[in-house]
């Protein structure tokens, strides 16, 4: 009879940044075993549950026992089963014997062609097995394949030694109201959990596989399902944070919901005086060292109010309350220390210090470092036209926040910190910002510097790294990229994308190659370093919704500048639904291979030596569009400029109808070549439209 399967391991806490992962491979690692061996029905549904003390699985429509099954083994070939007489010989019979089959007779076998030559099979029904040995093989191989972040070892009362992540003490397996027997980890099974270890009554006995959940819930004060306790959290939070702003990241939101399994949330205060700190200071130690949830008003100032989640629901919480109170006023205190510290010594000042960090053994120290960065962010600040003095100065300056209190102890507030302190020394709004937005973007969709003087020194940042490293010979490779140079390049290229920067690739990396030509150590890997950019910007602009077709098209002429790269990418997708793209496409294929085949280097057309009318009625069309065309390419038009190429379609396939571009004359061959190279020109100057004929 089919039933709810139900699968519990009760432990002591479990690590709760490893908690989701556990529960789901542990549900999914007994599901893939019962499937496995016919145990589960199609429309059999699987719920994972994960809380601190307990990884569980229950799945619906389990078998009791698995289906027969019809089975047809390979015996022996006929030349070995039988002897010259056509009896059974003895290895048949020892053969039969070892499968099983020791009564089975020789008329009962099948005779049948296996490839070549002939073979005995026997057909037989496989009689389906109990539920007990399936479950404890698929629990055992689930178990084997958690993935564990440290094994630890503790011994049973019996003095075995058992190795799991956690102590576990309790083993259910239910298959509907019914124990289904096993032995794991020194314990057998049974249908006894713990529940709260606070709040629950004692022991809680599961009656029925399907009365798991809500029995925990009511009885032990459990909320098992961890998508439950989540939302549950996230509920509670935004009831108690009301007209003001719960800052809830996922990654906290997830670490409460595994510390938890009864989530109350509770409000508690600060001192006003703390908020004379920089916020982002103060929600970083609440969040990392405490994990409490900050609340901002409207407008995104720090409130002096802040959230917790607890494992205990009372009714007089102020204990709890004042308890996380008094444990979160040293945390803000240091940070208002290292704050006021750190405020005492200037950026400025804090420069020959960074001669002592060494930076890569390779390419010098920090110091070293900063120098090559702002030689290069005032290069590209001057190429941009912006303030080439700003963006030195916030060079410099870039990397002092690293050697204060407040970075020391939390290095995530690197950047943002030196924003504060450069505001406090008096320094130039830009090169304030900068400090900060000189490491944007940081991460997929990151926002980008806001400010010129913020994007020069980026730029100059993200190419020294990526050069630098490079040219030591560690560039990427396969999975590993430990100086992340592939965020490097993405960030790089979404900056001359996006914001249009008219900055040619191959100045750029000139400039920052020229930077470390004084290091016998270091290669200049700026070949290499192009073609991993354009490699980048093909998957980026994909991201983007850009076919392949349409990417090569643009990439594979190696844009020195992407200032124009998405105007371009929109105009041949307006392009490619034009009834003329195909045949235009496919005809540019064709020139580009006769011009790679030529012997000579096409000269100019001369208009004398156009003698077919289908020759000379592609010159003057050529002619006719030619000013429409360049007049659209030069203001940016692109689209139009390749719409206006489409009216040349039927010229061109007149053109490869009529006349024969190889002619025997050398002369008329290498006027026709010219005629196509001169098309090939106009046709390629917005994109490689050839790319479109796949």
């Known amino acids: 009879m089919n039933q709810t399967l139900l699968v519990e391991l009760f432990t002591e806490e479990l690590p709760p940044k490893a908690l989701a992962k556990l529960g789901e491979a542990f549900a999914a690692g007994i599901v893939a075993g019962l499937q496995s061996r016919d145990f589960l029905e199609a429309a059999s549904v699987a719920t994972s549950y994960a809380s601190p003390r307990r990884l569980a699985v229950s799945i619906t429509q389990v078998r009791a026992t698995s289906p027969d099954k019809q089975m047809r083994d390979k015996v022996l070939p006929v030349s070995v089963a039988l002897d010259a007489n056509g009896n059974p010989t003895a290895p048949l019979a020892k053969k039969l014997a070892a499968m099983g089959f020791a009564d089975v007779q020789l ?34 191989e689930s178990i084997s394949k958690l993935p564990i972040p440290k094994v630890m ?8 030694t058992v190795h799991f992540v956690r102590p576990v003490h309790q083993l259910i397996a239910l298959h509907g109201d019914s124990v289904v027997p096993l032995s794991l980890l020194g314990l057998h099974s049974d249908r006894l959990t713990g529940g709260h270890r606070f709040l629950s009554q004692g022991q809680v006995s599961i009656a029925h596989a399907d009365d798991y959940a809500s029995t925990l819930q009511e009885q032990g004060k459990v909320l098992a399902h961890v998508a439950q306790r989540k939302e549950q959290i996230r509920q509670a939070l935004l009831a108690k944070a009301g007209a003001d702003l719960v800052l809830m990241p996922d990654s906290l939101l997830d670490e409460v919901t595994a510390l938890v399994e009864w989530p109350v949330v509770y ?11 920089p916020q982002e200071c103060l929600i970083l130690t609440m969040q990392t060292n405490q994990k409490y949830f900050a609340l901002t008003d409207a407008q995104g100032k720090l409130r002096s109010r802040f959230l917790i989640v607890s494992n205990l629901e009372t009714s007089d919480p102020q204990h709890i309350i004042q308890g996380n109170e008094r444990v979160v006023r040293p945390r803000l ?9 750190d405020k005492k010594k200037s950026l ?99 926002a980008l510097p806001a400010s010129a003087t913020g994007t020069a ?15 030591i010979g560690l560039q990427p490779t396969g999975d590993r990229d430990p100086f992340a140079l592939r965020r490097h390049a993405l960030g790089v290229l979404r900056m001359l994308v996006e914001k249009q920067l008219p900055l040619s690739l191959s100045s750029l990396l000139a400039n920052t190659v020229a930077l470390f030509s004084a290091n016998a150590q270091f290669k200049d890997p700026s070949a290499e370093v192009l073609s991993f950019l354009y490699d980048r910007l093909r998957g980026q602009l994909r991201e983007r919704g850009f076919s392949q077709h349409e990417v090569e098209a643009v990439v594979a002429q190696q ?29 540019n294929k064709r020139i580009t291979n006769i011009l790679k085949k030529a012997e000579v280097a096409p000269g100019t057309v001369n208009p004398a030596l156009l003698q077919e009318a289908a020759e000379q009625a592609l010159a003057k069309a050529m002619d006719d569009v030619r000013p429409q065309v360049d007049a659209a390419f030069s203001q940016g ?54 790319k479109l004929a796949a």
Not at 267 to 277: I, T
Not at 335 to 340: C, D, R, S, V
């Open 457 to 471: 020194v980026a730029l100059a940042d993200k190419l020294e790294t990526l050069v630098g490293i490079w040219g």
């Open 637 to 690: 038009d692109y689209t139009g400029a390749l719409k206006t190429l489409a009216a040349l379609r039927a010229e061109v396939d007149s053109f490869f109808n009529d006349v024969m571009v190889n002619a025997d004359d050398l002369a008329l061959r290498n006027n026709r070549l010219a005629l196509l190279s001169a098309l090939h020109g106009m046709l390629n100057q917005v994109a490689d439209i050839s």
């Open 559 to 587: 844009p020195d500048t992407l200032d124009t790269l998405v105007a371009r990418l929109q105009a041949v997708q307006a392009f490619a639904e034009l009834d003329e793209s195909a045949s235009l496409a496919a005809a």
């Open 333 to 341: 205190a240091d940070a208002k220390f290292f704050f006021e510290q």
């Open 107 to 140: 008329s009962q076998l099948e005779r049948a062609q296996d490839g070549k030559a002939e073979s005995f099979f026997y057909s037989y029904t496989s009689a389906g097995s109990a539920l007990a040995p399936a479950l404890q093989s698929a629990l055992e």
């Open 153 to 160: 070892s503790y011994q049973r009362p019996d003095g075995s």
């Open 348 to 446: 400025e000042s804090r420069l020959p210090l960074l001669a002592n960090v060494v930076y890569h053994n390779k390419l010098g120290t920090q110091a070293e470092r900063t120098q090559r960065v702002k030689t290069l962010a005032g290069q590209i600040a001057g190429m941009l036209h912006a303030d080439v003095a700003l963006a030195e100065r916030a060079a410099l300056l870039a990397k002092t926040d690293l050697l204060t209190d407040m970075v020391g102890e939390f290095p995530e507030l690197q950047g943002i910190m030196g924003t504060y302190y450069a505001l406090h020394d008096g320094e130039h709004a830009e090169v304030a910002a900068a400090a900060s937005e000189h490491y944007q973007p940081r991460f997929a969709g990151d």
């Open 267 to 277: 409000e508690c205060h600060f001192e006003q005086e703390f908020l004379a700190v």
